[in-house]
């Protein structure tokens, strides 16, 4: 039979463990910066924002009533927005987005080096993609956007 004796306590102060963002700071792993982007979406007429990044007006026209001082743009891409007549023809109505989708990307498919300077200039930044659009959620620019960022 085993006789259990209550254990001593010990003359030695008891160890002061580190706390778990040291243990964190001596643990972690440096990871490599990320090469994804961070693409928004935004209408020119919001106002610049500091986290905005790099913005770059994908519109075929410049929006109207506002001059180049105050969009505060890096860059215009005329070429990778919808040509006029899918435009005219789309005229965002919600229920044709699905096959404005599917032409304005085979529209894009011919410009496929254009596509791939744009990635490689955005790659690992902050990028705020610019349209005069009221309807973000059903305009060429969230088609942009997934297509940069690889899911199209």
């Known amino acids: 039979m085993k006789r259990t004796v209550p254990r001593r306590k010990s003359a030695r102060p008891r160890r002061k463990t580190a706390s778990a963002a040291a243990r964190h700071r001596r643990t972690s792993v440096k990871r490599k910066p990320s090469t994804r982007a961070m693409i ?3 209408r020119v007429y919001d106002p610049p ?3 905005d990044g790099m913005r770059i007006l994908i519109d075929r026209l410049w929006p109207r009533g506002l001059s180049k001082d105050a969009l505060k743009l890096d860059l215009w891409i005329k ?3 919808p ?3 899918l435009r ?3 005229g965002h109505e919600p229920e044709r987005f699905a096959e404005f989708q599917r032409r304005y990307l085979a529209e894009l498919a011919p410009l496929r080096e254009k596509l791939d300077e744009l990635r490689a200039a955005v790659r690992g ?3 705020t993609l610019l349209t005069a659009t009221r309807e973000l959620d059903l305009s060429h620019a969230t088609v942009l956007r997934e ?3 690889g899911r199209l």
């Open 79 to 81: 070429d990778l927005a």
């Open 88 to 90: 005219r023809w789309y």
């Open 40 to 42: 928004h979406v935004k």
């Open 49 to 51: 924002a500091p986290g």
């Open 125 to 127: 930044r902050t990028v």
């Open 147 to 149: 297509v940069l960022a």
């Open 83 to 85: 040509s006029h007549v």
